[in-house]
C-alpha cells in the first residue's frame, strides 16, 4: 500500500539516464542509478546520518543537490558540483533529538534556496535560508502556518512561488507568495482562498505559457472537498472533488498541455484530465496502472521539458513506471472511455499491473536477500582469511620458539670415571 511519508525521488539527466534517491532505514539517505537493461544498482551512500526528512533536485546542469536533516537534528546541504560528493552545515539544533522539519530546495543559475518547517512559541513558522555566490544567508523566518502544509517552487523566470496555509483564529487562509530577487523576504501575501474549515493539501502545476495552476483540499466534519484554481484568471474556485469518503492522496500533473488530477486509493489511480486550463473537467476514470508509490520527478531529459508535476503516481516496475506520461496509454483510456465495455477491461488490466508488481517486489526482495547472502559470504571470506593469516602466523611462532629452546639447551659434561677406566684399563672392565 501507498505510503506518502516514503519519500522517493526520480532525477533523470539531460541524457536520459535515471537516479533514485531514497531513505533506507539502518543506512541513510542513498542514491542508485538504472542501467539500460533497466535493473537498479546497488544504492550508494549519500550520508549515514540522515533520517527520513529530505529534498533532491537536478540543476540544469545535471548536477546533484540534496537538503537533509541529520540524526541529531542538524539540516544539512549537499552536492556533486566537483566530481564528488560534497556537504556543508546549513543550520544547527540545540535538540539533540529530531523531528520533521518537512525541509526542500530550490536550485536557481546563482542561488540555492532552503525552505523548512520549526516549532516556534508552540505553532509551526516556516523558514528559509539561501546559497548566493558561495555564502550562506542567516535564517529568515517567512510566516506562522497551520499544520506543516506548504509548497514551493519555481517559476521559467526563475521566480520563487510559496504556498502556504495560515489563521487568525476565525478563518484558515490559503496564501500566496512571490521572492524578492535579493533573497531578502517573500513579498507580501495574496489570499487565494478562506474558509471556516480546515486547508489540508496544496499542489500545483506550472503550464508551458508559465501559468499557474493550485488545487487544495478543504474539509470538515465528514466532507472532503478539493478545489481547483487558475491563478492567471479571476474565476473563482470549482470543485475536483467532494465526498464524505477521504479522498485519499492527490496531486496535479502537466503534460504537454493536459492538466491530469489524480487520486491514489490503496493501489489504485483515479483521473480527471482538462485540455483547455482547467474549463472543464473529464469524468473520472480507473488508471490502468498498479500504483504503491508516488515520485517527486525531477528531469533535464528534452522529451520531459512539458512535463511539471511535484509527484506522479507510478511503480518499480521494470525500473520504475510513472502514470500520465504515455499519450498512447492516455488516448487508450479516453476511447475506452466511449466505447463499452471499459471498466472490466480497466478491472483486468490493473490486476494484472498488480500482479506483476507483485512478481517485482518479489524479484526486487530476493535480489536482496541474494546481495545480503553475498556479503555475508564476503563477510566469512574475510574472516577465514584472517583465520588463516592467524593460524599460519602461531603455526610459525610455534616453530621458532621450539628452535630458539633447542639453541639454548646447556650441553652435557663428560662422565670422569668412565674416561678413567677407559683409558687403565682396571679389572672388571669390558676393554679389550
Same mark, same amino acid.
Given at each position: 500500500?501507498?505510503?506518502?511519508?516514503?519519500?522517493?525521488?526520480?532525477?533523470?539527466?539531460?541524457?536520459?539516464?535515471?537516479?533514485?534517491?531514497?531513505?533506507?532505514?539502518?543506512?541513510?539517505?542513498?542514491?542508485?542509478?538504472?542501467?539500460?537493461?533497466?535493473?537498479?544498482?546497488?544504492?550508494?551512500?549519500?550520508?549515514?546520518?540522515?533520517?527520513?526528512?529530505?529534498?533532491?533536485?537536478?540543476?540544469?546542469?545535471?548536477?546533484?543537490?540534496?537538503?537533509?536533516?541529520?540524526?541529531?537534528?542538524?539540516?544539512?546541504?549537499?552536492?556533486?558540483?566537483?566530481?564528488?560528493?560534497?556537504?556543508?552545515?546549513?543550520?544547527?539544533?540545540?535538540?539533540?533529538?529530531?523531528?520533521?522539519?518537512?525541509?526542500?530546495?530550490?536550485?536557481?543559475?546563482?542561488?540555492?534556496?532552503?525552505?523548512?518547517?520549526?516549532?516556534?512559541?508552540?505553532?509551526?513558522?516556516?523558514?528559509?535560508?539561501?546559497?548566493?555566490?558561495?555564502?550562506?544567508?542567516?535564517?529568515?523566518?517567512?510566516?506562522?502556518?497551520?499544520?506543516?502544509?506548504?509548497?514551493?517552487?519555481?517559476?521559467?523566470?526563475?521566480?520563487?512561488?510559496?504556498?502556504?496555509?495560515?489563521?487568525?483564529?476565525?478563518?484558515?487562509?490559503?496564501?500566496?507568495?512571490?521572492?524578492?530577487?535579493?533573497?531578502?523576504?517573500?513579498?507580501?501575501?495574496?489570499?487565494?482562498?478562506?474558509?471556516?474549515?480546515?486547508?489540508?493539501?496544496?499542489?500545483?502545476?506550472?503550464?508551458?505559457?508559465?501559468?499557474?495552476?493550485?488545487?487544495?483540499? $478543504?474539509?470538515?466534519?465528514?466532507? +472532503?472537498?478539493?478545489?481547483?484554481? #487558475?491563478?492567471? =484568471?479571476?474565476? %473563482?474556485? &470549482?470543485? /475536483? @472533488?467532494?465526498?464524505?469518503?477521504?479522498?485519499?492522496?492527490?496531486?496535479?500533473?502537466?503534460?504537454?498541455?493536459?492538466?491530469?488530477?489524480?487520486? $491514489?486509493?490503496?493501489?489504485?489511480? +483515479?483521473?480527471?484530465?482538462?485540455? #483547455?486550463?482547467? =474549463?472543464?473537467? %473529464?469524468? &473520472?476514470? /480507473? @488508471?490502468?496502472?498498479?500504483?504503491?508509490?508516488?515520485?517527486?520527478?525531477?528531469?533535464?531529459?528534452?522529451?520531459?521539458?512539458?512535463?511539471?508535476?511535484?509527484?506522479?503516481?507510478?511503480?518499480?516496475?521494470?525500473?520504475?513506471?510513472?502514470?500520465?506520461?504515455?499519450?498512447?496509454?492516455?488516448?487508450?483510456?479516453?476511447?475506452?472511455?466511449?466505447?463499452?465495455?471499459?471498466?472490466?477491461?480497466?478491472?483486468?488490466?490493473?490486476?494484472?499491473?498488480?500482479?506483476?508488481?507483485?512478481?517485482?517486489?518479489?524479484?526486487?526482495?530476493?535480489?536482496?536477500?541474494?546481495?545480503?547472502?553475498?556479503?555475508?559470504?564476503?563477510?566469512?571470506?574475510?574472516?577465514?582469511?584472517?583465520?588463516?593469516?592467524?593460524?599460519?602466523?602461531?603455526?610459525?611462532?610455534?616453530?621458532?620458539?621450539?628452535?630458539?629452546?633447542?639453541?639454548?639447551?646447556?650441553?652435557?659434561?663428560?662422565?670422569?670415571?668412565?674416561?678413567?677406566?677407559?683409558?687403565?684399563?682396571?679389572?672388571?672392565?669390558?676393554?679389550?
Amino acid at each position: 500500500m501507498y505510503n506518502p511519508e516514503q519519500k522517493q525521488y526520480i532525477l533523470k539527466n539531460s541524457l536520459g539516464v535515471s537516479y533514485h534517491v531514497y531513505f533506507e532505514q539502518g543506512r541513510g539517505l542513498c542514491i542508485r542509478m538504472l542501467s539500460d537493461s533497466r535493473i537498479w544498482s546497488r544504492g550508494y551512500v549519500l550520508d549515514k546520518s540522515a533520517i527520513n526528512d529530505f529534498s533532491a533536485v537536478l540543476d540544469k546542469n545535471d548536477i546533484f543537490h540534496f537538503f537533509f536533516q541529520t540524526r541529531d537534528g542538524k539540516l544539512v546541504y549537499g552536492h556533486g558540483m566537483h566530481g564528488q560528493i560534497e556537504s556543508r552545515p546549513i543550520l544547527g539544533s540545540k535538540d539533540p533529538t529530531p523531528w520533521p522539519k518537512y525541509v526542500s530546495l530550490l536550485v536557481m543559475e546563482k542561488a540555492v534556496l532552503f525552505f523548512y518547517v520549526i516549532r516556534y512559541q508552540n505553532r509551526y513558522m516556516i523558514s528559509m535560508q539561501s546559497i548566493d555566490e558561495g555564502k550562506l544567508s542567516r535564517p529568515v523566518a517567512i510566516d506562522y502556518i497551520e499544520g506543516t502544509y506548504h509548497l514551493t517552487f519555481l517559476d521559467k523566470k526563475e521566480k520563487c512561488h510559496l504556498f502556504y496555509v495560515s489563521t487568525d483564529k476565525s478563518k484558515y487562509h490559503l496564501y500566496h507568495r512571490i521572492l524578492k530577487d535579493d533573497f531578502s523576504t517573500f513579498n507580501l501575501p495574496v489570499k487565494i482562498f478562506s474558509t471556516h474549515h480546515g486547508i489540508r493539501f496544496i499542489s500545483a502545476v506550472l503550464t508551458e505559457a508559465d501559468k499557474i495552476h493550485i488545487a487544495f483540499e $478543504v474539509s470538515g466534519d465528514e466532507f +472532503y472537498e478539493i478545489m481547483h484554481k #487558475n491563478l492567471s =484568471t479571476d474565476e %473563482s474556485s &470549482e470543485t /475536483l @472533488y467532494k465526498s464524505k469518503t477521504a479522498p485519499g492522496h492527490w496531486g496535479l500533473v502537466y503534460n504537454s498541455g493536459v492538466i491530469f488530477f489524480f487520486r $491514489v486509493v490503496h493501489e489504485n489511480i +483515479y483521473l480527471k484530465s482538462s485540455e #483547455n486550463n482547467g =474549463t472543464t473537467w %473529464s469524468d &473520472e476514470i /480507473l @488508471y490502468p496502472l498498479a500504483n504503491n508509490v508516488c515520485f517527486s520527478y525531477t528531469s533535464n531529459y528534452p522529451k520531459d521539458e512539458n512535463i511539471f508535476a511535484k509527484e506522479i503516481p507510478g511503480n518499480f516496475s521494470r525500473g520504475y513506471q510513472l502514470a500520465f506520461l504515455n499519450e498512447e496509454k492516455i488516448k487508450s483510456i479516453q476511447h475506452r472511455k466511449t466505447s463499452e465495455p471499459s471498466n472490466r477491461e480497466i478491472t483486468c488490466c490493473s490486476n494484472l499491473e498488480k500482479k506483476i508488481l507483485a512478481l517485482q517486489n518479489l524479484t526486487d526482495n530476493m535480489q536482496k536477500e541474494l546481495t545480503k547472502l553475498w556479503l555475508t559470504q564476503k563477510n566469512f571470506e574475510k574472516k577465514l582469511e584472517h583465520l588463516s593469516r592467524s593460524y599460519s602466523e602461531l603455526q610459525e611462532q610455534i616453530q621458532l620458539r621450539s628452535v630458539n629452546d633447542y639453541n639454548e639447551e646447556p650441553l652435557s659434561e663428560p662422565l670422569g670415571d668412565a674416561s678413567e677406566t677407559a683409558q687403565t684399563g682396571e679389572p672388571g672392565s669390558n676393554n679389550i
